[in-house]
């Protein structure tokens, strides 16, 4: 069985995110017709792996085998040293029901105070998995490596982006041009590590 996939093929994206599911759609530069898992009304599996790598091949597998199509998922997160690599696969949860990232950005300053360390070395990390139904699976990783601002700064990105500082920068994710982060995250590299395993 060849790992490539034909441009045009049909791809689930195993996300009930309507606008992830765009973001993959586009990242992959049009090439295939994505699906969302939640348009075919795929069950959303709970993420019980404890690794990125390994949450996105259970989003993938259980996608891919119950839709019978090729399925890609992600998983990502902010991995602070100090912090032992949390908040990580936590990432989203740290932000509590109401998803609410001030509260998960108070959380990292507050326990990285708590730790006595002066590091503030930190990375993202995206994991991505495509699965064939009832076939393999092909995962990859990006990362992206920075350091952590407190107050953060910033109002253009989501999530963490306005504490962290990536690598050779003196602004943060959320001060950056959009365009300019998508260069070089961790996504970004991730799905250029993809596109180098898939595309024909
Ligand atoms: P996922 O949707 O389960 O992969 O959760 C990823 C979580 O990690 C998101 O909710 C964000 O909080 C965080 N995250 C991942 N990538 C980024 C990024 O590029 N900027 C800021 N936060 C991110």
Known sequence: ?????????????????????????????????VIAAGELGLPEPEEIEQTFVGNAVLKARK????????????DSGLSVRALDGQPGIYSARWAGPTKDFAIAMAK????????HSDDRSA??????????????????????????????RGE?????????????????FGEMDPTAKDAMSHRARAFEKLKAALFD
């Open 108 to 115: 990292v300053e507050e326990r990285l105070e708590e730790s």
């Open 156 to 172: 253009r990105g989501f999530g963490y982006d306005p504490i962290f500082t990536p690598e050779g920068h003196s602004i943060t």
């Open 63 to 74: 996608a891919a085998d119950a839709s019978g199509l090729p399925a890609l998922a992600d």
């Open 123 to 152: 990375f993202f990390t995206c994991a991505l998995a495509l699965a064939w139904p009832d076939g393999p699976v092909v995962a990859v990783e990006g990362r992206v490596e920075g350091s952590l601002t407190f107050p953060g």
């Open 1 to 33: 069985m060849t790992l490539k996939l034909t441009s045009g093929a049909k791809l689930v994206a195993a996300t009930h995110n309507p606008g992830k599911a765009r973001e993959i759609a586009a990242l992959l530069e049009g090439r295939f017709q």
